[in-house]
C-alpha cells in the first residue's frame, strides 16, 4: 500500500525567504505526483502536477521536483508572502485516477 | 466555466442516520472521485465514479456507497453513521480519458459533517 510522509508537519518563516516542502512515498510505481495548497476549512487547489516522466514542473513562483527512483519530491517556493500562507498537500496518483496523500505542511509566512 | 460545487456546505447529523452528499463535476469532466478528510488528516480516497460506473474503491465499509447520473454529478451515501465519519468530505472531477492516472484533478470547496 502507498505511504507518502510530509516533512516538516508545520514551518514558519518570515516573508520574501524561499523554502523547501518534502515529500516521501514508498512504491515508485506511480502515475503522477501532485501538489495541492489547503486554506483553512476549505477544499483543495491543484498547484502544479508532475507526471510519472518528468522531473520537474514550474509555475511562476512555484517549483515541484520529482525523483521516482528515491521515492521523493520538494516543492520549492521563492521569495514567500504572507499569502502562501496556507497547508500543502502532496498526493501520489495511482491506478485509476486515485491519490495517495500525505498528512500535509503547514506553512505560516509572517509579515 | 463552472468549477466543482457540492452540496450541502455543512451538516449535522446523530449516529445511525444516513446522508446523503452531492457533487456537480466541472464541465466536461466524466470522472468523480470522494475523498474523506479527517481533521488534521491529509484526504482518503473513498471510491471513484466513470461513466456512472465504480471505477475504483478505497479502503471504505459497503456502507459508503455512491452513484453517478448522465450529466456525470455524483451523490455519496453513509449509511449508519459512526462518530468516525465526523469529516470533510471532497469531491474531484477529472476528464479521464481511459489512459490511466494521468489527468489534474480539480476539488470542490466539500462538505463537511459533524455526526453527534
Known amino acids: 500500500k502507498q505511504e507518502v510522509t510530509q516533512i516538516p508537519a508545520a514551518l514558519s518563516v518570515p516573508e520574501g525567504e524561499n523554502l523547501v516542502l518534502n515529500c516521501s512515498f514508498t512504491?515508485?510505481?506511480?502515475?503522477?505526483l501532485q501538489w495541492f495548497r489547503q486554506d483553512p476549512g476549505k477544499g483543495l487547489t491543484s498547484l502544479l502536477l508532475i507526471q510519472s516522466s518528468q522531473r520537474e514542473q514550474t509555475s511562476g513562483r512555484l517549483n515541484a521536483s520529482l525523483d521516482k527512483s528515491s521515492g521523493r519530491s520538494t516543492l520549492y517556493i521563492a521569495a514567500s508572502q504572507p499569502g502562501d500562507s496556507a497547508t500543502y498537500l502532496c498526493a501520489v496518483g495511482g491506478g485509476a485516477n486515485n491519490l495517495f496523500f500525505g498528512t500535509g505542511t503547514r506553512l505560516t509566512v509572517i509579515p | 466555466e463552472t468549477g466543482v460545487t457540492q452540496s450541502p456546505t455543512h451538516l449535522i447529523k446523530t449516529r445511525g442516520q444516513q446522508v446523503t452528499l452531492r457533487c456537480s463535476s466541472q464541465s466536461g469532466h466524466n470522472t468523480v472521485s470522494w475523498y474523506q478528510q479527517a481533521l488534521g488528516q491529509g484526504p482518503q480516497f473513498i471510491f471513484q465514479y466513470y461513466r456512472e460506473e465504480e471505477n475504483g474503491r478505497g479502503n471504505f465499509p459497503p456502507r459508503f456507497s455512491g452513484l453517478q447520473f448522465p450529466n456525470y454529478s455524483s451523490e455519496l451515501n453513509v449509511n449508519a453513521l459512526e462518530l468516525d465519519d465526523s469529516a470533510l468530505y471532497l469531491c474531484?472531477?477529472?476528464?479521464?480519458?481511459?489512459?490511466?492516472?494521468?489527468?489534474?484533478?480539480?476539488f470542490g470547496p466539500g462538505t463537511r459533517l459533524l455526526v453527534l
Open positions: 512504491d515508485s510505481a506511480i502515475y503522477n
Open positions: 474531484a472531477s477529472s476528464p479521464y480519458r481511459g489512459s490511466g492516472g494521468e489527468e489534474t484533478q480539480y
